[in-house]
């Protein structure tokens, strides 16, 4: 996944959660480490397992709600960062290895 496509994604993700500007979120993935950090803090990897879990749920209540005001953007916002994660855990994992 490229810088470009990352950003787009985190950008899409933000506007879901009704962030306008990502400029004052620190986050960041270090491909040396396999290290991935939120507001400069890392994120462990139960805490991975929770993200993907709220992203899940999400997506399943705005699949089983489409008539629900901007549900098929949101779906969509959701869908995209859901595979940004499971990418990036792919990533952390073939690290650890």
């Known amino acids: 996944m490229t810088t470009n496509n990352r950003e787009a994604i985190i950008k899409q993700l933000a506007l879901a959660h009704g962030i306008t500007s990502t400029g004052d979120i620190v986050s960041r993935y270090d491909r ?6 939120c507001n400069n803090r890392m994120v462990k990897p139960h805490e991975i ?5 709220f992203l899940q749920k999400q997506i399943n209540l705005f699949e089983n709600n489409l008539d629900m005001p901007d549900a098929m953007n949101k779906l969509i916002a959701y869908k995209v960062s859901l595979t940004a994660v499971n990418f ?4 952390i994992k073939s690290k650890q290895s």
């Open 49 to 53: 397992e929770h993200i993907k879990d």
């Open 32 to 37: 040396a480490t396999g290290t991935l950090y």
């Open 88 to 91: 990036l855990q792919e990533e």
